[in-house]
């Protein structure tokens, strides 16, 4: 039972563009999000993350949206460069369980030149 | 700043034999992790420590043992190695929980045949 999603397994834009990357989640007490960037042989980087409390978390050229009642965030990567190609790892913690994130299975973004 | 440093980086096992993956952080985080990723897969939480002296089981940790051995190393012991757990072990520290960002190592691949 899968409860954090990322349907796409691949997306590819072009440099300059918008890069979407969408995550569903069905456990209705996830009350904070991260997303994780990764490169190939190498592990995870925090990139950005949002309470529950909010709807959209800025940082420089990422935003992550929140949509509580579609259970639905994203991360927007404005404008995307060609440095940002890596899998992306949506992940949801829910409230009282301190050490536990529960991952999504990444959607790998390709950003061409 | 070596932040998180796993040891090694590859490694192949026979079925039924036994190894240790070592973990060390240089960040004075209270809190260790290990997780795995299987292709196609988002990382399983295996074991965690809250804090030096305390660890607890995560969403996969049969098969497996873990020691806090000390504020900074964390390590992650299979005792009888079996080809379903091929895959790529990751450490993790963090300042405290995990809506606090992780801080990953590089990885282990590890192979049992």
């Known amino acids: 039972d899968q409860q954090v999603k990322q349907n796409s397994p691949s997306l590819s834009v072009q440099e300059g563009r918008i890069s979407i990357l969408n995550c569903d989640y069905t456990?209705?007490?996830?009350?904070?999000f991260l997303w994780y960037k990764k490169y190939p042989a190498e592990g995870p980087t925090f990139l950005i993350s949002i309470s529950s409390i909010k709807d959209k978390n800025e940082d420089g050229r990422f935003t992550v949206f929140l949509n509580k009642s579609a259970k639905h965030l994203s991360l927007h990567i404005v404008p995307s460069q060609p440095g940002d190609s890596a899998v992306y790892f949506c992940a949801a913690t829910v409230g009282g369980s301190n050490y536990k994130l529960t991952f999504g299975k990444g959607t790998l973004l390709t950003v061409n030149p | 700043n070596a932040g998180v440093t796993q040891t090694p980086k590859f490694q192949v096992l026979k079925t039924g034999q036994s190894m240790t993956l070592q973990c060390a952080q240089d960040m004075n985080h209270n809190s260790m992790y290990w997780y795995r990723q299987d292709p196609g897969m988002g990382l399983r939480l295996i074991y965690y420590s809250a804090s030096e002296g305390t660890t607890d089981k995560g969403e996969v940790p049969n098969g497996y043992n873990v020691s806090r051995l000390n504020k900074r190393e964390f390590s992650l012991r299979l005792e009888s190695a079996a080809p379903s757990q091929t895959s790529v072990y990751f450490c993790?520290?963090?300042?405290?929980?995990?809506?606090?960002?992780?801080?990953f190592g590089s990885g282990t691949q590890l192979s049992v045949l």
């Open positions: 456990n209705s007490m996830f009350d904070y």
């Open positions: 993790a520290s963090s300042e405290g929980t995990v809506r606090e960002k992780l801080f």
